[in-house]
């Protein structure tokens, strides 16, 4: 079955950076597009970022441009979220996703918090 299991999360000051990972299973991984999303508390979820599956397009949610990049190593079923200059409104528990048809996947999230 599909699975996506995130890790890299943590706590972090202000101006730090992060790298997340998704590792994936269960699908064709090249052949579909993946994505970030992230919830922050009392907020609903919210698209981050997002990646085709042989990396020729990405796209970004404007508050991020510039400081987060996505990419993803296809040989590795893996992909990944560096995030720079971290603030606190990034403070988010951060999803993995991809979907086909009319069928969704997630992964469990990992909370990243920026924080003095």
């Known amino acids: 079955q599909v699975q996506l299991v995130e890790s890299g999360g943590g706590l972090v000051q202000p101006g730090g950076s992060l790298r997340l990972s998704c590792a994936a299973s269960?699908?064709?991984?090249?052949?579909?597009?993946l994505s970030w999303y992230r919830q922050a508390p009392g907020k609903e979820r919210e698209f981050v970022a997002a990646?085709?599956?042989?990396?020729?397009?990405?796209n970004y949610k404007d508050s991020v441009k510039g400081r987060f990049t996505i990419s993803r190593d296809n040989a590795k079923n893996t992909i990944y979220l560096q995030m720079n200059d971290l603030q606190p409104e990034d403070t988010a528990v951060y999803f993995c996703?991809?979907?086909?048809?009319?069928?969704?996947?997630w992964g469990q999230g990992t909370q990243v918090t920026v924080s003095s």
């Open positions: 990646i085709t599956g042989n990396s020729d397009m990405t």
């Open positions: 269960g699908f064709a991984f090249s052949a579909y597009a």
């Open positions: 996703y991809t979907g086909w048809f009319d069928e969704d996947y």
